[in-house]
């Protein structure tokens, strides 16, 4: 039976990125977003390799969507990469009752829906010879966000839960990996309305593509955590050397519009 690879949040962004790598190594890929139009025009793209494509719409936030996708996914297919891209953010101070709904979808998406998918995949993928599980994650999960708190704290559970998976099943056939990008050229900081950020005005952000591909690629090999980009690298380290209540303070500057 031919292995698949599953994408989430695949109709922009670096969900495209990752669809073209699997699809550019030959890997028949499997898409899934909300956006029925954007995930068709995608499939087309990649048809015109020799792959075979198929389009999954589910509402990620929506845990009984979830399953339903990951059901019809793996009917009859073997899975052996899943690519857990899809994510939401909101940028916004946290007693703002404003953001509310957009930060319960990014808990729905960004951690219940990861953590069932990767529950409902580690069984299928034993089976398989080799398989392999890719978490984005993000920078800002090594850090507490003042402005972007639950984002913030949805990415250190995606990290920890990442590695301590990896750890669990070191030594079968399966790999988990965490990739922690940090500002990416996507429509990410349009939808979580991060305009204005002082982030933003700070670095350029990477390309998708860049970003996507060191993940795609470190993941092959089973690295645990990939953090592109030399800035993103001292970010994700100086928490570790820093008071906490420092790096949250100048989190809190870099997060912050004016």
Request: aromatic share 6%.
């Amino acid at each position: 039976m031919p292995s698949w690879t599953l994408i989430t949040g695949a109709s922009e962004g670096m969900g495209v990125e990752f669809a073209r790598l699997a699809a550019n190594e030959g890997r028949n890929v499997i898409l899934t977003a909300r956006s029925v139009d954007k995930l068709e025009a995608v499939a087309k793209e990649l048809r015109a390799r020799p792959v075979e494509v198929i389009v999954i719409p589910a509402d990620l936030s929506d845990l009984k969507e979830t399953e339903r996708m990951w059901t019809e996914a793996s009917d009859g297919r073997d899975i052996d990469v899943l690519v857990n891209n899809a994510g939401l953010g909101y940028n916004g101070a946290f007693d703002d009752d404003a953001g509310w709904a957009r930060e319960m979808a990014s808990i729905n998406v960004n951690l219940i829906a990861l953590t069932r998918l990767m529950k409902l995949a580690i069984p299928h993928m034993k089976a398989l010879p080799k398989a392999r599980i890719l978490n984005v994650a993000s920078v800002a999960g090594f850090t507490p966000g003042p402005n972007m708190a639950v984002y913030h704290a949805t990415k250190a559970y995606v990290l920890s839960l990442s590695e301590a998976v990896a750890e669990e099943l070191r030594g079968t056939n399966v790999t988990v990996t965490a990739l922690c990008p940090g500002a990416t050229a996507t429509n990410f900081f349009e939808d979580a309305d991060m305009e204005g950020v002082r982030l933003l005005k700070m670095a350029k952000p990477m390309k998708a593509f860049d970003v996507a591909e060191l993940g795609w690629l470190q993941a092959r090999v089973g690295q645990r955590v990939v953090v592109p980009g030399f800035m993103n690298k001292v970010f994700a380290f100086l928490p570790r050397i820093s008071p906490r209540a420092v790096t949250t303070r100048v989190a809190a500057q870099i997060m912050g519009k004016h």
